[in-house]
């Protein structure tokens, strides 16, 4: 087991700040897990990491596909949650969600051997101290075959289903999302396929509508309608993979990996009922060969883009996912830091 308080920061020499363009700075803190940092909650890789706040300090902090050992390695589950907290502005995990002392599946269910069956979260988000947790139901990344909500009424102990979805919606479209509550009351999605190569579409729902999603309302941003249907609110030089909306200092801020440019982006808005073509993008981690020094000009192969709660757009904690398909050498979870990005979109949002 692993010897180091969960009391303690996980990395003592962060990355130093790079400057990027724009003049924002982003720093690499460390990875999420691995030896040293998630051994006493029993699993040592994963990716994704979507978050929403528990409202005592701490956070849930849900991973994707996982694994007792490092890189893809031992026991193979998804998706798992811990409860995380920030010490010294690094995230440092505190304990399973779940019962025990180590993780297990937050959703119970069977993948016999041979069969690559698997639950991927898209996001997670707190509404009045109940979790809604959205999935995609997998065999075989990309490969959906349908997407279920679940809610938890216990910070993340116990999950029961309040939905699904066939993957056929909005023709793919609404498989992989991104929400949050809005001032309104309403709740906010952006959405894309789980292929890596739509643009962004936007809906709303009000809470009692969460099950039913004919009910939701899509946005039109040529004509500034919300109906039965929809375009897209993102599409130029975009190709949209995982995503994560967040409304933070009164902008949304939408934090994504863009297939097109191999790049995790932040763009934000006061305004998300608009188009997002002509917001400005800001680059946080950017591909490039994986024989190159790691850092966010080059960071190989990365994905997602997780804002962490508490986070503020002059100071904002991203975990990003990294994953070398050729060999599996390398598959983890890595705390980013962006600062400068109330400046960045201060006079243009």
Not at 26 to 41: A, K
Not at 287 to 311: A, C, D, L, R, T
């Amino acid at each position: 087991m692993n010897s180091r308080s969960p009391l303690t920061p996980p990395h003592s020499h962060p990355g130093s700040p790079v400057p990027m363009p724009g003049g924002i700075t982003v720093q690499v803190i460390g990875d999420v897990l691995g030896p040293g940092i998630s051994d006493h909650v029993g699993f040592l890789s994963g990716d994704v990491g979507v978050m929403a706040p528990l409202g005592d300090g701490t956070f849930a902090l849900i991973f994707g596909d996982s694994f007792r050992e490092e890189n893809l390695r031992g026991q193979w589950l998804s998706p798992v949650g811990v409860a995380a907290t920030l010490i010294d502005d690094q995230v440092a995990i505190l304990r399973p969600l779940g019962a025990g002392e180590r993780v297990e599946q937050l959703i119970d269910y069977p993948r016999p051997p041979g069969d690559n069956l698997t639950l991927i979260p898209s996001d997670v988000v707190n509404i009045d101290g109940t979790l809604y947790l959205q999935g995609m139901w997998n065999r075989g990344i990309g490969n959906v075959l349908s997407t279920e909500i679940w809610a938890s009424r216990d910070r993340g102990r116990t999950w029961r289903s309040v939905g699904a979805t066939d993957p056929g919606y909005l023709g793919g479209v609404g498989n992989l999302i991104s929400w949050e509550r809005g001032p309104d009351g309403l709740i906010y999605v952006v959405s894309t396929s789980f292929t890596r190569s739509n643009p962004v579409y936007l809906s709303r729902f009000a809470l009692p509508d969460i099950t039913e999603r004919t009910r939701w309302q899509l946005f039109d941003p040529s004509t500034g309608a919300w109906s039965r249907d929809g375009a897209p609110i993102l599409s130029g030089g975009v190709k949209a993979g995982e995503l994560n909306l967040r409304y933070i200092d009164g902008h949304w801020v939408l934090a994504m990996f863009n297939n097109e440019t191999l790049q995790v982006e932040v763009r934000a808005s006061t305004t998300l009922a608009r188009e997002w073509d002509s917001v400005p993008t800001a680059v946080v981690a950017k591909h490039g060969p994986w024989e190159n020094k790691q850092s966010p000009m080059n960071f190989s192969q990365p994905y997602g883009g997780y804002i962490v709660p508490g986070s503020t757009l002059a100071h904002l904690n991203i975990v990003i996912s990294q994953w070398n398909t050729a060999d599996n050498s390398r598959y983890n979870a890595t705390q980013f830091t962006v600062r400068g990005l109330d400046s960045f979109f201060g006079a243009r949002a």
